[in-house]
């Protein structure tokens, strides 16, 4: 069964980080799919954050760039999403996805991160 399950989210204040998680299961392998990170805010679209290819290059959101990191580890086929200096406006809910050349991307259920004081 393939699966992707995230967790580490919650409520921090401006300022604070926070580390997501994000676990890979079934025929799913973080080291050869391009996984990523995607945030949902209330009235507004998906939009990617990060990204990690299968050959380690990376890219970003400019909103979060110099303040989000995404990396992964393959032995735990897992990938991360470490958030620093946390804005209000990174509220959002915060989805794993999983994308590999002619097969449907798999999204997991999803994480919510509150950024208030």
């Known amino acids: 069964q393939v699966q992707l399950v995230e967790s580490g989210g919650g409520l921090v204040q401006p300022g604070g980080s926070l580390r997501l998680s994000c676990a890979a299961s079934?025929?799913?392998?973080?080291?050869?799919?391009?996984m990523g990170w995607y945030r949902q805010a209330p009235g507004k679209q998906r939009e990617l954050v990060a990204a990690?290819?299968?050959?380690?290059?990376?890219n970003y959101a400019d909103s979060v760039k110099g303040r989000f990191t995404i990396d992964r580890d393959n032995a735990k086929n897992t990938i991360y999403l470490q958030m620093n200096s946390l804005k209000p406006e990174d509220t959002a809910f915060y989805y794993c996805?999983?994308?590999?050349?002619?097969?449907?991307?798999?999204w997991g259920q999803g994480t919510q991160v509150t950024v208030s004081s």
């Open positions: 990690i290819m299968s050959g380690g290059r990376t």
């Open positions: 996805k999983a994308d590999f050349p002619g097969i449907q991307g798999y």
């Open positions: 079934g025929s799913i392998f973080v080291s050869i799919y391009t």
